[in-house]
């Protein structure tokens, strides 16, 4: 596999596989971080949110942990992993697929950090949503900082589609654009 400038040859098949898998490690190694630090952060915000709020699922006693430490490590994998290896499946198939000029893990890594970033500021404007329209009484949540932790990470999850989504369309056109010759 050689890079020319701003696309990858791939020289057979097993390459643009290799690199598919590449990009689908970055992904969901990206999204396991990401959950991992927010968690972190929600976790102390109210740790009843993970080991009250979340149903047993049959998992491990990893997760009946008191520990928010624990909570968030063992939560922020569980609940990125699954969605992060779907969304990067699609950005996979998306950008080494075809006869297109692809585009390599590497060059993903700075939209991807963006989207994390955007996931980021999404997560704190949500919780500080949360936190500042809880009422008491609320049927669903019984403690601010329950909405607070709830708002936060809806919104992570909404960004995390939303950015994962907008690469793809950006990849389809960043390919369609490209010169032939750059394949």
């Not at 057979?12 to 396991?32: K, P």
């Not at 709830?150 to 995390?160: D, I, T």
Request: charged share 10%.
């Amino acid at each position: 596999m050689a890079m020319d400038g701003q696309y990858t040859h791939c020289s057979t098949a097993s390459d643009a596989g290799m690199e598919m898998f590449r990009i689908l490690g970055l992904v969901v190694l990206m999204a396991a971080v990401y959950g991992i630090i927010h968690d972190q952060i929600t976790a102390r915000i109210y740790p009843a949110y993970f080991n009250v709020d979340h149903p047993d699922l049959g998992f491990p006693a990893i997760f009946h942990s008191r520990s928010p430490t624990v909570l968030a490590f063992a939560w922020g994998i569980v609940a990125t992993v699954p969605l992060a290896t779907v969304l990067g499946s699609m950005i996979a198939i998306t950008a080494q697929a075809g006869s297109s000029p692809r585009i390599s893990a590497r060059q993903l890594l700075k939209p991807l950090l963006a989207i994390c970033g955007v996931m980021a500021i999404m997560a704190i404007g949500g919780g500080i949503w949360g936190y500042d329209t809880w009422r008491s009484g609320s049927r669903w949540f019984v403690a601010r900082r329950e909405m607070t932790d709830f708002c936060a990470h809806l919104m992570s999850y909404c960004g995390g589609l939303a950015g994962a989504l907008a690469l793809v369309i950006w990849i389809v056109i960043r390919r369609r654009t490209a010169p032939q010759s750059a394949v």
